[in-house]
């Protein structure tokens, strides 16, 4: 039986992707695990990225938003999404332009019930490794674009009270397989025109937002419940599925 897959993706300013974004892993992933749920991340964002992940949220009863009041990094998004994620497997997605969702199987078909597996965006170049730390103590492991990991392996790594770095204690301890190369998607600059429409929509939810929304508060309690909001794309939504698509 196929495991149950939590993939959590930590989001900044990402108002023009995020749509897209979730739409394909929707797609994609389900097929690769026994059930599946996407926990968005809202990291601090300053644009309308909260609101947007809000009406993704409502139109897909699989999506659960969560809310840092500043900027934490990937780690801790990690950390807040274990609170109310159930996925047996965690996959870690940290949204950049390069993201493609149909790369994702690679990590789950070479995936272990005692391994992590990290992904990596490959360029024409390929990627460059960072200098090594000039004495004193070695710099710690940067987290790969993608990391699929087994949940109890997140638990132990909890329970060590934040003493290693995430990728540190999976490597210390023997979990990591070697990285998996991924080739990226071919980017796209949103058009000036949605970007402002996205700004001119949502200016006072934002402002509202700074002042009352609670750190880490889930935004729908139940992921796999229906919302009370009634189903169905508004005209924004489907400007962004409209531009995600290319038309």
Same mark, same amino acid.
């Given at each position: 039986?196929?495991?149950?897959?939590?993939?959590?993706?930590?989001?900044?300013?990402?108002?023009?992707?995020?749509?897209?974004?979730?739409? &394909? =892993?929707?797609? @994609? +992933?389900?097929?690769?695990?026994?059930? $599946?749920?996407?926990?968005?991340?809202d990291? #601090?964002?300053? !644009?309308?990225?909260?609101?947007?992940a809000?009406?993704?949220?409502?139109?897909?009863?699989?999506?659960?938003?969560?809310v840092?009041?500043?900027?934490?990094?990937?780690?801790?998004?990690?950390?807040?999404?274990?609170?109310?994620?159930?996925?047996?497997q965690?996959?870690?997605?940290?949204?950049?332009?390069e993201?493609?969702?149909?790369?994702?199987?690679?990590?789950?078909?070479?995936?272990?019930?005692?391994?992590a597996?990290?992904?990596?965006?490959?360029?024409s170049?390929?990627?460059?490794?960072?200098?090594?730390?000039?004495?004193?103590?070695?710099?710690?492991? &940067? =987290?790969?674009? @993608? +990391?699929?990991?087994?949940?109890?392996? $997140?638990?132990?790594?909890?329970?060590?009270? #934040?003493?290693? !770095?995430?990728?540190?204690?999976?490597?210390?301890?023997g979990?990591?397989?070697?990285?998996?190369?991924?080739?990226?998607?071919?980017?796209?600059?949103?058009?000036?025109?949605?970007?402002?429409?996205?700004?001119?929509?949502?200016?006072?939810?934002?402002?509202?937002?700074?002042?009352?929304?609670?750190?880490?508060?889930?935004?729908?309690?139940?992921?796999?419940?229906?919302?009370?909001?009634?189903?169905?794309?508004?005209r924004?939504?489907?400007?962004?599925?409209?531009?995600?698509?290319?038309e």
């Amino acid at each position: 039986m196929k495991p149950s897959l939590s993939v959590v993706v930590p989001l900044h300013n990402s108002q023009t992707s995020l749509v897209r974004l979730t739409e &394909e =892993l929707l797609e @994609v +992933l389900p097929e690769m695990a026994g059930g $599946l749920e996407v926990v968005l991340v809202d990291d #601090g964002s300053t !644009d309308a990225t909260v609101e947007v992940a809000q009406e993704v949220s409502l139109n897909f009863p699989q999506v659960l938003l969560l809310v840092h009041r500043s900027r934490l990094g990937a780690e801790e998004s990690l950390r807040s999404a274990m609170r109310y994620a159930h996925g047996e497997q965690m996959l870690l997605c940290r949204e950049t332009g390069e993201l493609d969702p149909h790369e994702l199987p690679k990590l789950l078909s070479v995936a272990t019930v005692d391994s992590a597996v990290p992904g990596q965006w490959q360029g024409s170049l390929g990627s460059i490794p960072r200098a090594p730390a000039i004495g004193g103590k070695p710099q710690a492991m &940067e =987290l790969p674009d @993608v +990391l699929l990991v087994p949940r109890r392996m $997140l638990v132990g790594w909890r329970q060590t009270g #934040g003493r290693n !770095d995430l990728m540190d204690y999976l490597k210390t301890r023997g979990y990591l397989k070697p990285t998996v190369a991924l080739r990226p998607r071919r980017q796209r600059r949103a058009p000036a025109a949605l970007v402002n429409l996205l700004q001119r929509r949502y200016a006072e939810q934002a402002a509202a937002r700074a002042m009352t929304v609670r750190r880490d508060a889930p935004v729908n309690d139940n992921v796999t419940g229906a919302t009370n909001r009634p189903r169905g794309s508004s005209r924004l939504m489907l400007r962004l599925r409209a531009f995600a698509m290319g038309e």
